[in-house]
């Protein structure tokens, strides 16, 4: 592996990348100073740069790469099906066989919950895609039951749903609505449940949940319940820092939604496919979506695909009385992009991986990294199934955070970088969300690179 990446012109390649390639979240000025990292090779839990150096990767790729790098059956399913049928759409009542078995296939995966199936899927080509398509529906499903006075969706400050017109819009990255007057208009976001943060002196973590999920109902109130369409959130938000809700914020949610009659969305293109343990992760949080966002994790990230899992509260008004629904991407169910999430599925079941997650690496990572807790830069740690993160604070005692002029979480994911991991940084949390092929002996190697950079930030 070392030797064949060694065969690349690191120099000609970053000069090429900064005089032609316009990077998606980059700040070019970066690049034509100290260029690009060419990656070039991965295997199992790692990658290579053109440089020959090792690096673990922590982040599988961007949180997709779930069955890990290297798995040759997800190469020959997109052979097998790019010499059998490349391409062919499922516009004007064609259908191809892998996209229809990929959505019997999750529609056998997806628990059912009190009552609410998802015996229908959607296709598409990514989690932007996806949710703008969630907007198409919600909309959609209103209409259709005569109330198309229903439009707004309220999402979360700091959620991340996409960069496209209604992803970045449902998300709430306030650098992004920045860019490009954002949100559209008929999305309002309210406050997301972090503790850390947002917890007031004297509140315990439970009453917070409440307090943060309570905010929905005074935006409901505010908006007018008739008016309010859906609610959408990550199971636990991914971009925004790995932010694991209290335990009393999901219950309480769904108690909302349900009086009020509103749709929920539930953003599991992060956490699902075995991430938190399970195959969808409202089955971890026990509440009853209507509309489920999937990408990533569901091809392993071999290949772009995305879609919503449609719940039959939706599904019957759609089908039943909706005639047309003029929606659709020309790589709506895929073949190839279907024969790789199918094979990368039947993958993830033979290797048991959910279970495995939620029974054996799940805890196994939780143990490791309440010891990182004890470090004297980090003054929280916490996990939930395979994603983790860290904060950084100036004070142990005290959790008073740096400066964020000093940049220290960018600081520690230079000293990653250099010892060879990849770790993101979110501000001052440092996060990670690794392959679930990892192995025990792999968690500890981890751990101990963790530790080396804390120290070496220090
Ligand atoms: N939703 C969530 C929760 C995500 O984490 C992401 C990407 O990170 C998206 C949507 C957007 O997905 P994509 O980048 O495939 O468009």
């Known amino acids: 592996l070392v030797r064949r990446a060694e065969q690349h012109d690191t120099k000609a390649i970053q000069a090429l ?34 440089e020959g150096n090792k690096i673990l990767d922590a982040m599988s790729g961007l949180w997709c790469v779930n069955a890990g790098y290297g ?24 259908t191809n066989v892998p996209a229809v078995q990929l959505a019997a296939k999750l529609a056998a995966l997806a628990p059912e919950v009190r009552g609410r199936k998802f015996e229908h899927v959607f296709f598409s080509s990514s989690g932007s895609e996806s949710n703008d398509t969630n907007v198409r529906l919600v909309r959609r499903y209103w209409d259709l039951m005569g109330q198309p006075q229903r439009k707004t969706i309220i999402g979360r400050h700091n959620a991340y749903h996409g960069s496209t017109m209604a992803g970045a819009s449902l998300g709430g990255m306030s ?3 920045a860019q490009g007057d954002l949100p559209i208009p008929g999305i309002v976001h ?19 949940g409440l307090r943060a999920a309570r905010a929905l109902e005074e935006k409901i109130l505010e908006i007018g319940a008739d008016k309010v369409a859906a609610f959408i959130a990550e199971p636990v938000q991914g971009a925004g820092g790995v932010i694991i809700p209290p335990a009393t914020y999901w219950p309480e949610i769904q108690r909302i939604v349900d009086q009020y009659g509103i749709l929920l969305i539930s953003d599991e293109v992060i956490c699902a496919f075995g991430r938190l343990g399970h195959w969808f992760a409202y089955e971890k949080f026990g509440y009853r979506p ?12 071999y290949i ?16 039943d009385k909706g005639g047309e629904f003029n929606h659709g991407y020309t790589y709506s ?11 990368n599925l039947e993958l993830m079941e033979r290797e048991d991986l959910p279970r495995k997650v939620r029974e054996e690496l799940a805890p196994y990572l939780a143990k490791r990294f309440a010891e990182i807790g004890e470090h004297p830069l980090v003054g929280l740690a916490e996990t939930c199934g395979f994603v983790a993160g860290l904060v950084l604070v100036k004070d142990k005692a005290s959790k008073a955070m740096y400066d964020p002029e000093l940049a220290v979480g960018m600081m ?43 120290d070496d930030t220090l």
């Open 290 to 301: 209507d509309l489920v966002t999937f990408a990533k994790g569901v091809t392993s990230g």
């Open 333 to 343: 169910g895929h073949p190839v992009a279907c024969a790789v999430g199918l094979a």
């Open 412 to 454: 520690c994911r230079a000293h990653c970088f250099r010892n060879g991991l990849i770790m993101r940084a979110v501000g001052d949390r440092m996060i990670i969300a690794p392959p679930l092929v990892m192995t025990r002996e792999q968690i500890d190697e981890m751990v101990a690179l963790i530790r080396r950079c804390l």
């Open 304 to 319: 772009p695909l995305g879609g919503v899992m449609v719940g039959d509260r939706i599904a019957k008004v759609l089908i």
């Open 71 to 94: 798995r040759k059956e997800l190469a020959e399913a997109a052979y097998q099906q790019l010499m059998t049928l490349p391409y062919y759409n499922s516009f004007f009542q064609t």
């Open 190 to 208: 309210i406050e997301q449940p972090y503790f850390f943060e947002n917890g007031r002196p004297g509140e315990s973590e439970a009453e917070f």
């Open 175 to 177: 650098g992004m609505h």
């Open 17 to 50: 990348d900064s005089a032609h390639y316009i990077h998606p979240f980059t700040d070019h000025g970066d690049l034509a100073t100290r260029g690009s990292r060419v990656i070039t090779q991965a295997q199992g839990i790692y990658i290579w740069d053109s």
